[in-house]
Nanobody, 123 residues
Framework: QVQLVESGGGLVQPGDSLRLSCAAS????????MGWFRQPPGKEREFVAA????????NYVDSLKARFTVSRDNSKSTLYLQMNNLKPEDTAVYYC????????????????WGQGTQVIVSS
């Protein structure tokens, strides 16, 4: 059992950067694979990136790997997503999620979810 709370979203212009955070509590954070997903308006939730329990292994959707970086600080029980050179198509609600299995890309592979944080990229 773990509770997840995202923060760091907001309204930015194309080309700007944002760093999202996901604070975990109530569970063994260092034992979980952590992932980021996003849901654009009117679309299905989609995988962004994932990171292994010790931060040694990562997984990214190919189209975002050049601009997004996932990391974690187990001493702070916090997951991060650094997003650079943001584009209008990055507009979405961003969710963090946890599982104890693998760095998978499927929504169904994750057991715990935060409430999401809104990112709007617009000029």
């Amino acid at each position: 059992q773990v509770q997840l709370v995202e923060s760091g979203g907001g309204l930015v212009q194309p080309g700007d950067s944002l760093r999202l955070s996901c604070a975990a509590s109530g569970g063994a954070f260092s034992a979980y694979v952590m992932g980021w997903f996003r849901q654009p308006p009117g679309k299905e939730r989609e995988f962004v990136a994932a990171i292994g329990p010790r931060g040694r292994v990562t997984n990214y959707v190919d189209s975002l790997k050049a601009r997004f970086t996932v990391s974690r600080d187990n001493s702070k029980s916090t997951l991060y997503l650094q997003m650079n050179n943001l584009k209008p198509e990055d507009t979405a609600v961003y969710y963090c999620a946890a599982n104890n299995r693998s760095l998978g890309v499927s929504v169904g592979g994750y057991d715990y979810w935060g409430q999401g944080t809104q990112v709007i990229v617009s000029s």
